[in-house]
């Protein structure tokens, strides 16, 4: 994507085609298909591009992120006027997100508002077809999952599954509509129907494929601001193609073949050469994963290393890639030392049962302990990896069970790892995909395809999704399913329940806003307010919810109260400062709130203080009861607690501080044995 002509990016910085120039092209390619949320330059314009010049072609781009429909029949027009080009390309890097949650079906979700780049490329067709005659053809990773439907779909002239090499070797014959069924990996249309050409895969390019043309529009695209301050997303360097596994969940190898073809490492180093002149210094090496062959690894780790050998720290290179979590410690220190930042794809659970039947190449001990010294080296860092915070895991795969759910959680627990994440990303259904005549999992009676009018009948083209059957028997439905992983990933999995509380809410249905100024005047009169420690990272912030406190303690009324409740605009500060009053009244009230917790069976020291994680705290309750009210109804019984008393609203504190929420539908997924 290059320079947009009269509109620009949230950076404020021109992200559309190639250049003002006038001269015409053999191609003209074109994007529709970016996300969004995550807008990436195309590194299908940098490959197809370079493969082209080899045959002696002439390629221009343009991405239409963003724009709309107006925009799109502008800048279109005016592209084919200038351009005049003999062939279009339409590059489909997805054909959705793949990401369940993206698409929630009404009335949860908006369908409108669905990430579909196929409907999107699709119109595009359509304008295409009312400015020129001529012939499109349609490429990319979304494209080759299925050629023949996609190409169906798009009502192109021409398709590619997978590399374009064979294309552009006989672009000319494609161009005459001739010997069509001799070009290696070309769709075409043979009466009313497609037909596909035996797939070849070819290697990666044998040659440098960025320029300085490329990367100007790579530039513009991201901005000069983001490559001065170095925030720039990382920019892709191919390195390997290809992958021997069989997760059942990916369909990369058969889009790119199961035999690893690696590039001449002399391009790979061209293209670095060339990025660094150009100042940009971090990349990801494209490949399935970098250690498939962890002899290679370590060579390109050697190379790498060599390669950042003198550099400092802002011309030094740091390269990303997918990874098995499977290194031995050695390896990864010495990948690390030479500028490596590992990345891998979702963790499926931590029990070993699962991950057999996903057929993932690692097992739960060497995930586990490659992880954690992830984790380990990235707090050690100055500038730790941005998705750092996040514990990603795809505990909705097709074969989760209540066993995996439980297993995950017991081993997470047991070591911590809770607490060293502030989010969590629990991915809740599986992308199905339809591979050497079926699907990668589930059937037609258990798939969904979702589109513009909600649900629609089965299209693996579309966003088609299968939830785990063993948690929807368990839990009743896809939704309940969906709530039940949002819940075990901001409660089990990271502390971002912590981050998302509300406390005026909690106060609203937790105690009266007469019966809360009754308990702080009794505080004040008994003279147990003590300070409160603040902890906020905005110094601003910390002075109002300090100032905040001593005002309300010093005027306390039922005007002042009630704003606690109901504070409007200041939602924030009064969060904060609700906290603190909580606080305030209940640390006093530790010790006699202790014999709630010894009948709660809550281990705590002798002042009433307990330091258990939510796990282990819902664990011991949902031993002995069934739901939150039936815990609260007992505690009521048998201590006697009534309404608006501080040891009620301490046990309610209690429970929303753990985010407690028993339900009988849940035990055995949390806790079976």
């Known amino acids: 994507m290059g320079q947009r002509i009269g509109a620009t990016n949230p950076r404020g910085r021109f992200c559309g085609s190639a250049s003002l120039a006038s001269d015409a092209v053999d191609l003209l390619l074109l994007n529709a298909s970016n996300l969004p949320d995550k807008t990436v330059y195309p590194y299908a314009f940098v490959q197809v591009s370079a493969l082209a010049r080899h045959f002696g072609l002439k390629v221009a781009r343009f991405d239409f992120v963003r724009l709309n429909r107006q925009q799109i029949r502008y800048h279109l027009t005016d592209l084919i006027r200038r351009r005049r080009p003999r062939m279009i390309g339409l590059h489909l890097r997805q054909a959705d997100s793949v990401v369940e949650s993206d698409y929630p079906p009404p009335p949860f979700g908006d369908p409108s508002k669905y990430y579909l780049p196929v409907d999107d490329t699709r119109a595009l067709v359509g304008e295409i077809r009312r400015l020129t005659q001529a012939p499109i053809v349609a490429g990319g990773f979304g494209f080759s999952s299925h050629p023949l439907q996609t190409a169906a779909r798009l009502q192109v002239d021409f398709g590619i599954q997978g590399e374009p090499d064979g294309f552009f070797a006989r672009f000319a014959d494609v161009l005459a509509r001739r010997h069509l069924d001799q070009v290696p990996n070309l769709v075409y249309r043979r009466g009313r129907t497609f037909h596909a050409n035996p797939r070849v895969f070819y290697p990666p390019f044998d040659g440098p494929e960025y320029t300085d043309e490329v990367v100007d529009e790579l530039i513009r695209f991201y901005g000069e601001r983001a490559l001065l301050e170095g925030t720039m997303d990382t920019v892709a360097v191919e390195i390997a193609r290809g992958c021997p596994f069989r997760c059942y969940f990916c369909n990369e190898p058969a889009v790119k073949g199961r035999h690893v073809q690696y590039r001449n490492w002399s391009a790979v180093e061209a293209d670095l050469a060339t990025l660094a002149s150009r100042g940009i210094h971090n990349v990801w090496f494209v490949c399935s994963e970098i250690n498939i062959h962890p002899r290679r690894a370590r060579t390109i780790a050697r190379r790498m290393r060599a390669l950042n050998a003198g550099r400092d720290g802002n011309t030094r290179v740091r390269w990303r890639s997918y990874s098995i979590p499977r290194m031995d410690p050695a390896h990864l220190r010495a990948m690390l030392s030479a500028g490596f930042q590992p990345g891998w794809n979702d963790f499926p659970s931590f029990d070993d049962t699962n991950l057999a039947r996903c057929q993932v190449p690692f097992r ?240 705590h020291d002798r002042d009433g203080f307990y330091d258990l994680s939510e796990y282990r705290v819902a664990r011991i309750l949902y031993h002995h009861f069934d739901s939150n009210e039936d815990l609260v109804a007992e505690m009521c019984r048998l201590h006697d607690l009534r309404v608006d008393s501080l040891d009620l609203l301490q046990l309610q504190h209690f429970l929303f501080e753990n985010n407690v929420q028993i339900r009988p539908e849940y035990r055995p997924l949390l806790f079976a044995k």
């Not at 100055?382 to 209540?402: C, E, H, I, K, V």
């Not at 039940?484 to 809410?505: D, I, M, Q």
């Open 364 to 603: 739960t001990r060497s995930a586990l302990d490659y992880y954690r010294r992830y984790l380990d080296w990235a707090d050690r860092q100055p500038d730790p990896p941005a998705d750092r915070q996040t514990f990603s895991l795809f505990l909705g795969n097709a074969f989760a069970t209540a066993r995996t759910i439980s297993t995950t959680l017991r081993r997470v627990d047991a070591l911590s790892l809770q607490a060293r994440h502030e989010q969590a990303a629990v991915s809740t259904a599986t992308r199905v995909f339809h591979i050497d005549g079926r699907y990668t999992c589930g059937d037609e009676r258990s798939l969904s395809t979702l589109g513009r009018g909600g649900r629609i009948p089965l299209d693996v083209v579309g966003p088609t999704f299968h939830f785990a059957p063993a948690l929807v028997r368990q839990l009743g439905s896809e939704q309940a399913v969906r709530d039940f992983l949002a819940y075990v990933g901001s409660t089990f999995l990271s502390s971002e329940h912590l981050h998302k509380r509300n406390w005026p809410e909690f106060l609203s249905a937790n105690v009266s806003s007469p019966g809360l100024l009754a308990l702080m005047r009794t505080a004040r009169q008994a003279r147990t307010v003590g300070p409160v420690q603040v902890d906020a990272d905005d110094e601003q912030l910390a002075y109002e919810i300090r100032r905040s406190l001593a005002t309300l303690w010093k005027k306390l009324d039922e005007t002042a109260v009630r704003r606690l409740f109901s504070p409007g605009a200041e939602k924030r500060l009064y969060g904060h400062v609700v906290n603190g009053v909580l606080i305030q009244l209940m640390r006093p009230n530790a010790r006699a709130f202790a014999r709630i917790l010894r009948t709660l069976r809550i281990p």
